[in-house]
T-cell receptor
Framework: DAGVIQSPRHEVTEMGQEVTLRCKPISGHDYLFWYRQTMMRGLELLIYFNNNVPIDDSGMPEDRFSAKMPNASFSTLKIQPSEPRDSAVYFC????????????????FGPGTRLTVL | GQNIDQPTEMTATEGAIVQINCTYQTSGFNGLFWYQQHAGEAPTFLSYNVLDGLEEKGRFSSFLSRSKGYSYLLLKELQMKDSASYLCAVLDSNYQLIWGAGTKLIIKP
């Protein structure tokens, strides 16, 4: 398997523009996570899905952020409108469930998208 | 609140041993993970502990004491490629991963 795939790898945009980040999880993984990482705040969980259904989006910073998972092999994270403070590396990760249907197995991270909002 | 503490940065010498500590205060506990993250790359899984004691995996070992809310990652026979950040993460009662800020490990020749 190719691992978790993210695109684009780098994105530079201007404030106010819409940004869409894409993720393809590892085939067979039921869980998908979106993270944001900055020097100041470290790794933050934004939202995660189980079987394509959003389970917890309490980490999504505000209404400008939205995420979808239309099928088991594709997810998007959209920022509209983007702001300079959104500049960060955005990681997508996936995992399969452990026993009793909970995800305590390791998460496999994609290479990340480095977003710069000018 | 939920809190995970690790040192910000550590320096060690090639060939030596280093121990990276992690203390946590979380709402419930369902296991502790250690991840390695090289600069500019994604985190990769190193270890998972859910029971007290030491888990050894090659040059890396991870220890857990649930009663003390404490874990450490032990790296032996350090190599230059071990220079990276090491992230401690705890699975809380809701099976959410709570991440520490990471410890940047610098290896000197």
């Amino acid at each position: 398997d190719a691992g978790v795939i993210q695109s684009p790898r780098h994105e530079v945009t201007e404030m106010g523009q819409e940004v869409t980040l894409r993720c393809k999880p590892i085939s067979g993984h039921d869980y998908l996570f979106w993270y944001r990482q900055t020097m100041m705040r470290g790794l933050e969980l934004l939202i995660y899905f189980n079987n394509n259904v959003p389970i917890d989006d309490s980490g999504m910073p505000e209404d400008r952020f939205s995420a979808k998972m239309p099928n088991a092999s594709f997810s998007t994270l959209k920022i509209q409108p983007s702001e300079p403070r959104d500049s960060a590396v955005y990681f997508c990760a996936s995992s399969f469930p452990g026993e009793a249907g909970v995800s305590y197995n390791e998460q496999f991270f994609g290479p990340g998208t480095r977003l710069t909002v000018l | 609140g939920q809190n995970i503490d690790q040192p910000t940065e550590m320096t060690a010498t090639e060939g030596a041993i280093v121990q990276i500590n992690c203390t946590y205060q979380t709402s419930g506990f369902n296991g502790l993970f250690w991840y390695q993250q090289h600069a500019g790359e994604a985190p990769t899984f190193l270890s998972y502990n859910v029971l007290d004691g030491l888990e050894e995996k090659g040059r890396f070992s991870s220890f857990l004491s649930r009663s003390k809310g404490y874990s450490y990652l032990l790296l032996k026979e350090l190599q230059m490629k071990d220079s990276a950040s090491y992230l401690c993460a705890v699975l809380d009662s809701n099976y959410q991963l709570i991440w520490g800020a990471g410890t940047k490990l610098i290896i000197k020749p």
